[in-house]
């Protein structure tokens, strides 16, 4: 029998397929991360003081100058919520 006969897939091409395919899996997920809805104010108890020395202005997740990535609306820089994450410093 001849390799013609018996094609055969080499382990290269496996890997290269298999990593595409989770390449290809990790941008999806990407995608439906970023096409998430924001939050309403009312559901994260947004406040437009501070909280314990926490404002949004500390905030990984603020937009200057009054927005925020999670949250939807008008954010003060010296806003408070439950998803307050310190920017890292």
Known sequence: MTKENHPHTSRRT????GLALVAAGIAARTETARAEPMLEQKDVQYQDQPKDGKH??????????????????QI??????????????
């Open 76 to 89: 003060s820089p010296n806003g408070y919520c439950g998803l307050f994450a310190p920017k890292a410093t």
């Open 56 to 73: 949004c202005s500390l905030c990984t997740y603020f937009v200057a100058p009054n927005a925020c990535q999670q949250v939807k609306g």
């Open 14 to 17: 496996i890997l290269g397929t």
